[in-house]
Nanobody, 122 residues
Framework: QVHLVESGGGLVQAGGSLRLSCAASGRTFSSYGMGWFRQAPGKEREFVAAISWSGSSTLYADSVKGRFTISRDNAKYTVYLQMNSLKPEDTAVYYC???????????????WGQGAQITVSS
């Protein structure tokens, strides 16, 4: 099993940028596809972005495409989410997750971080 810890959350004005990091424990990190999801108050958790184990393939939700970039550094056991041109509707708790393959399906992810709050003010 892999333990995940997110960092880099915070408050930012609309149009600003933030980068989330997700540090993983365990030498098997590079075997897993990784994803970012988010959950706004009163809403279901939704897919944001995913990256394959090698980093060569990525997926994005339409709502963040062109603004967010997912990347990973397997040597540092870390996955990142660079968020640019942030909007108030991006406000949510952001979770990183790991699973097998490259997928948007929340059910395919086996382990999760504790979440990081992102608040975008208008």
């Amino acid at each position: 099993q892999v333990h995940l810890v997110e960092s880099g959350g915070g408050l930012v004005q609309a149009g600003g940028s933030l980068r989330l990091s997700c540090a993983a424990s365990g030498r098997t990190f590079s075997s897993y596809g990784m994803g970012w999801f988010r959950q706004a108050p009163g809403k279901e958790r939704e897919f944001v972005a995913a990256i394959s184990w090698s980093g060569s393939s990525t997926l994005y939700a339409d709502s963040v495409k062109g603004r967010f970039t997912i990347s990973r550094d397997n040597a540092k056991y870390t996955v990142y989410l660079q968020m640019n041109s942030l909007k108030p509707e991006d406000t949510a708790v952001y979770y990183c997750a790991g699973g097998y393959g490259l997928t948007k399906d929340i059910l395919e992810y086996d382990f999760w971080g504790q979440g990081a709050q992102i608040t975008v003010s208008s």
